[in-house]
Structure formats: C-alpha cells, structure tokens
C-alpha cells in the first residue's frame, strides 16, 4: 500500500457517473484500474466502478505513481473534475467529456500480475481460459455486460408476468421424481433416501395454478445431460409461466409473444449500453410471430434445401438454423412458432390436438436458429394423466401432489419455459452458451476443469 | 359436466374483483367453489380467481343445481352483479358489498370428494396432513395468503437492492466444494465426480463484487442438517447481498437496516389483506436497530433470568427469545442485531475485529425471537483467506476461482443473507417453518413422507 498524500476520509465517495456534473469540483472516487498509458510526465489511467469509467490523467510526480500501477489494482483517488477540449472528448465512454485531474490516490488492493492482457477493448481467449479464470475475465468491459443483459431479461419477465396478474412462487430443487420421465436428472443422496434435481418447475408450476390461477417462477433447473455443445448447460436459468382458464392453447402462444416481446423492448431500453458493446441489434419481431406446424416446417425445408427430415419427430439443429432464415426472409421476423409436436416427441402431460390426432397442442419458439422457449396446453383430466404416465413407464403415484392438484379440481391450463441463456446468447451474437453463463457447469467443470482437480 | 343453461362462448371472462364496477351488468365469471350454502329455494356459493373472491345466489331451479356443488369444483358462470342491501354487506371480503345473481353454471373439472372441510375460515389440520395433501391445502383462503407474502418479501428485496445500484445475478447451485466447509452438505453423482448442492452463494457474490461492486441473489440454498427443529428446512430461499468499498463493516449494518425496513414497509403496503387474515402486525422496529455484542447480550440474559450462558460461543434458542423480549421491552424494537460472535464460530472468511482481537465484525439479525439474518466483513486479503481456510481443514485451492477473485484486486468488502421463510414466519406468527414453504424439504419428506413412499 502506498499513499501519493493521504485520503481525506470525511470526503465521501462519489460514483464515477456523477463525476460528469461536477466539473470544476474536488471530488473523491474508488474503484478498478483498467488500463494504464504513461507518457514520462504525463500518465492516463482508466477507473472502473459499478456506474463507469472515467479517464485519470496525473503529470509529474503523480504520473510517475500512476506508472506503477496495474490493470484491476483497486484504487481510491481525489481530484478535480475537468471537462475535456473538444478534441479529446470521447464519445465512446458516458464520460467522455470530462476526466479527473489527479491530485492524491491510495492502493487499496494490489493485484497480482494478470495473466493475460486485460487492457483491451477485446478478451481474445480460449473459451477454457476464459472460464479458468472466470473471476477474473468476467471484470472485463467485453464479458461484464452480458450479464447486465441476463439481469434485464430475467427483471422484465417478472415486470410483464406481473403485469398480467401472474403470482411469484418458489419452486423446489430437490424432487421425488422427475416430471418428464428422462433419464437425464441429477440424483441427490438426501439423507440415505433417492431423490433428484429439478429439471424444470413443471409439476409445482401446475400445482400451483390450482392455487393462484397464473404463476411464474425463475429457476436454476438441472439436466444431465451427457453431450457437449454449444448450447446446452448443466445448469440453466429458466423463466416459467403457467396459468389456468385458458379458452384454447392459442392463449399460451400469445401469452409467450406478449412475454418476449415485452423482455426484448425492455433489453432494448435498459441495455443500450451493453448492447452496443456487442454491436447487436435486437431479433426482429413480425407483428404477429409467425406459427407452423413441425410437419409444415419440414416441407418448407425440403423445398429450400431438398434435406428430407420429415419423418424426424422434432427439428434438427441444422433444421433450426434453416427455419429461422425462412422466417427472416419470407415473414421478417427472426422468431417463429413451430407446432404440433408428435405426442411420443412430448412429456406425457401435453395435450393432443384432438383435431389433428396424433400431434400436441405444443409448441417451441425458435429464435435465430436454436429453441429459445417451449409450452403449450396440458392434460387436465388426472385420469388421462394417470394413464399417460403410465405408457412411459413413469411412476405417476410417486408424484402424488401432482395428481392432488387435478384430482381436487383444475381449468383447462398451459405455459411456457423460456431458458434465459439462450435468450443472451441469440440477442448478443454468442458462439457459445457457455459464455452467457457466469458459471457454466457441464461435463468437464464445475468452475474449475475436472481434469485438472484429479491430476 | 352439467349445464343449467349454454354459457356463452362468446362474451369474455371477467376477473371476481372487476364486479365490484359492474353492478346491473351481466358479467361472466370462472373459477374454484370455495363454500356452498343450501337452504331448499335459496342457495349460495362462493367462488374463487386469482383477483379474489365473490358470492353467488341462486334461486329455485339454479338453486338446486348449486346444491350439487362441491368444494373445489372448477367452474363458468352467468348472472348479473347485484348491490347488497346495506345490512347484508360483507366488510370481511373486497366484493362484499354485491353478489352475483346466477343465471347459467357450467362445470368445467369436478373435484373429488374433500378428504377434511376445506370450506371453514381456518384449516384446522396436523402438520403432516397439511403437507400431505399441500396441492389441496394451499388453496385454503388461510394458506395462500402466505406465500403472497413471501411474494413481497422476495420481490422488496430486489427493489431494495435495485435501488441501491445492486446488480442481480444468477449463482449456481452445484458447486465444487462447500463455502463454509461444514459437513452438512448434499453431495451430487455430477458425470461420475463428486460435486455438491450450495449451501449460499457466499463465494459466488464475494467474486462478483469484484466484477459489478454491488452484487444480490435470491436463491434456493441446501442444508443437509440433520435435525428436525421448527426453525430448520433442508432448502430454504435467501436473499443475499453483497457490496465493496465499505468504510467500515458498520456499512453492512446500516444496508441490511435499510433492507429489511424497506421489506417490511413493503408488506405492510402490499400485503395488508393477507396481514388481516393472520391478525398480524408488523414487528416494530426501533428507528435505529438496537445492537448489543454477543458478550454483552449474554450478561444481559443473565440479569435478566439468571441462565449462565457467557461461555457459550452463540446464542441458544432460549437466548434468542430472552434478547428479543429485552429488545422490545428495552428498545421498542422487535428486532436486533447481535454482534462480535467468536472468530472460531463464524466462517473462516470472516473479518476479525481488530479493536477486538477473537471476534468477528459479523453479526446476526434476531427478529420476534429467531435468527432473520446473518452478516459482516469479510477478509479481503487473499493469504489471509489462504492461511484461514488451511487452519479450518478447507482444501481452499478446490475453490481457485474464489482465490482469484482476491488475488486480482478486490476492496474492503461485506454482505449479508436473509432467509425468506423465517421473514414470512415470524411476520405472520406462524408456529413452524414448514408452514411458510410452499413445498418443505426435510429429512422425513420431499413432497411425500418417506414412511409412506416405502411402504
């Protein structure tokens, strides 16, 4: 710790923003070292808080100090706010016209040698290396604003679920038995007894329409699941919505088109900022999100690419990706509906369109090439679920409050599932949904590489 | 399903509390059927949406059908809102000052035979048939006020936090190794390794004050406590902050003050239906939180009953409820914070009061007589964290990314963790814990008891 002249404590701090209304005026602030230029008698030095960045320029005996400073030094200064030439106002940074000429400064915290270049405008990393040093790498002003992005999506789809009348439950990580019957769930030893984690909210979300009539719940939800790609995570944030007296499934689509049209204006208005440092411009939303059915979906792509797929029960990756620019091109709109899953393809609770037997009132949206969303109408009658369940093999009884719940009386019903990674992901332009977690968990890591745990 | 007469498909369903507006209209309703009341040419019944909750009159022919009726029975309705005469007003219900005069009635989900009476003002059962039949007791007008205000208080906390600059983040819940390194932590098959369930996301919010400054979560935590106690789940919901460039850990104090001030000023606006169904009032709060050292607390207990308890490194459950009575008699305040609890009690990240060598600056909030919230300093020195975690027999390096964190720059930092439910509980005076999770994990029960899974 070294001191230039000591730091007056009976100043309070002010936030690095705020300095751009007190031009002329002493002020004091703390905060992270970004980067460092010296220049001999002149030495620059960018601080970063949690409302900014802001330019330090010291001369003369102040810029030799500044000179030994380090990237992410935490760092607490006064001096005075100048307003900048016009020449050198920088129109890239909040604060770009001002900066603070240095008059003392005090190491808080010294940082150790950064083990890669931090004082970049880009992180040009290894993904492993990227998350190895995810402590670290998330500081940087390419990596911190994505998840100011994943902050708005998950804030605005609470705002419009609450908008709607929809109530805020907590719903359980640890289950009895998992509700879509997959193999690919997590067990827990939970005090000698077998239990799992939840892959989704599904069957408390239900429960609770019973209850509440319209809920919604944000989740870590937990999947198993044994493959590595870009777009599948252990663990996910997902944003779940459920209600009752739905007058057919068209009200669970339209709910999940006024839900993501609601989070993308509100991503465009609260993350201006972060969006611009990805240089993304929001999905474009047709009016009306344009629907088709899976089999629809499929001879569309046969046309354009002459790839037979429609015997699959569900859309490739590869199919995705195609839909996606048939939507853009023919319906202007980066999100489509694709419906009518077939019921061997769905959870043992969706419902048959009874008009078209054999394929489910479900639906995923599809935005930019992956499933951002699934939802549809569910089986109300407890005595078609019993039995439903039954043809899976799922042992529906161990489930015995999920029964309760339709057994005691429930409307007809839907909802949806949005997984908020993906949402990020798509909106910024990610390779990797990896990099939309701020602590993804897969195969190979849990924060640190198993690999490197077991040497 | 019966019909009086065909319910139109046509006109839109209206919400029970949007009646109060429409007095001479014909209006359409759905919902549950809460109470049914038959007395031969007369009858009445009154029925439940999420908006709330309305009386429905029916003569002579509809009468009859309306007879049939059971509790929880899903239903359409027709008729026309009527103003009560002046004596028949209801105050104890919003609608109370009209009724709903039946024209039609369509059942839409008949609910199976009640196992206990569901249409009394109290629900009068044993716990475990309380959770045992939770899908059917959570509707009960004493039950889902509950989680209405857990609602607030989870929601409030974000507002607090949003409006102190805190930034929300998503922590996850598998994680390498335990914060605290105590054995009460549910280990996971993750891929064949060994991971566990987090018991906080204490590392997780400490990483991103380096990252936002000012960090908050509400997650589900996981304790493998084998004990069965009033006050203990096995996953709770907490509300976790964290924030640097602290004066001085009375900084922490101040802003979990500030917080929890601000939570219940937000029940007591929000929730004030769901206050009178528990004849509840909101614990007083001194306009500044009284604060006594554990030691000092302790002498107090002493004078006051006369129980020795000033070895003891904590408070004990009795100790709790002997502070609280003196805080409320002594301080008017119902809550209080307890501080300087010994270094070798609180976890190795603790900050060891200097003025106060073998204490920590960390301290607890006690409310109506349990344990709200816990807190304080943390070290911000990485060799200390290092050479503290050693001494506790916690393999520190599992957890590089939190060591990282320090290493790289990192301010004098601090936090604090609610837990939701004990909030909830002790606003509305509930008996046991249990009552205020919506589906509470222990070690006899995940949803079913064992006992009966394994019968």
Same mark, same amino acid.
Request: charged share 35%; aromatic share 6%; glycine share 14%.
């Given at each position: 710790m070294f001191m230039v002249r000591q730091i007056s404590p009976q100043v309070a701090r002010s936030t690095i923003i705020s300095a751009i209304e007190q031009v002329g005026k002493e002020i004091k602030l703390a905060g992270w070292v970004e980067r460092v230029r010296s220049h001999g008698k002149i030495s620059f030095f960018d601080l970063r808080d949690r409302s900014g960045t802001i330019q330090i320029a010291a001369f003369d005996e102040e810029a030799a100090q500044v000179s030994s400073l380090s990237v992410q030094d935490v760092v607490e200064i006064e001096g005075e706010v100048k307003a900048r030439d016009e020449k050198y106002i920088?129109?890239?940074?909040?604060?770009?016209?001002v900066e603070i000429r240095l008059k003392k400064l005090k190491v808080i915290s010294k940082a150790a040698e950064? %083990?890669? &270049?931090?004082? /970049?405008?880009? *992180? &040009? *990393?290894e993904l492993p290396t990227l998350l190895d040093f995810r402590a670290l790498t998330l500081r940087h002003p390419k990596i911190a604003p994505i998840f100011k992005v994943q902050e708005v999506v998950i804030d605005s789809f609470r705002k419009a679920m609450q908008e709607k009348e929809f109530t805020e439950f907590q719903s359980p990580v +640890?289950? %009895?038995? $998992?509700?879509?019957? /997959?193999?690919e769930v997590f067990e827990v030893d939970y005090f000698g007894h077998k239990a799992f984690l939840a892959q989704s909210p599904q069957f408390y979300k239900q429960i609770l329409v019973g209850v509440y009539e319209r809920v919604f719940t944000v989740n870590k939800t937990l999947r198993a699941e044994p493959s590595i790609t870009t777009r599948h995570l252990a663990e996910v944030t997902t944003l779940d919505a459920e209600f009752g007296? +739905?007058? #057919?499934?068209l009200d669970v689509l339209l709910m999940a088109e006024y839900t993501i049209k609601y989070i993308l204006a509100a991503v465009a208005e609260k993350a201006e900022k972060e969006l611009e440092v990805y240089s993304a411009s929001l999905p474009k939303v047709a009016e009306s999100i344009p629907r088709l059915k899976l089999r629809e979906a499929q001879e569309i792509i046969m046309k354009r690419t002459? @790839? &037979?797929? =429609? !015997?699959?029960p569900d859309l490739t990756p590869e199919d995705e990706r195609e839909i996606s620019k048939y939507a853009l091109q023919e319906?202007? #709109?980066d999100l489509i509906f694709i419906t009518h899953y077939p019921v061997e393809k769905r959870p043992f609770y969706t419902y048959e369109d009874p008009d078209d037997p054999?394929?489910?009132l479900s639906a995923d949206l599809i935005g930019k090439g992956i499933e951002w969303m699934t939802g549809g109408q569910r089986i109300n009658d407890p005595a078609l679920l019993t039995e439903n369940a039954k043809k899976r093999g799922i042992?529906?009884? !161990?489930s015995d409050l999920y029964l309760q719940a339709f057994a005691y009386g429930m409307p007809p019903e839907g909802g949806f599932s949005f997984g908020s990674e993906r949402i990020v992901m798509q909106i910024l332009g990610l390779s990797n949904i990896r990099e939309a977690s701020l602590f993804p968990r897969d195969?190979? =890591?849990? &924060? $640190? @590489?198993f690999s490197k745990t077991e040497k």
């Open positions: 920088n129109p890239e940074i909040e604060t770009g016209s950064m %083990p890669f &270049d931090m004082g /970049g405008k880009d *992180l &040009d *990393l +640890i289950i %009895p038995q $998992t509700a879509e019957g /997959g193999a007296f +739905i007058d #057919s499934w002459g @790839r &037979d797929n =429609r !015997k699959e319906k202007g #709109s054999g394929y489910t042992d529906i009884k !161990k195969m190979e =890591r849990v &924060d $640190t @590489r």
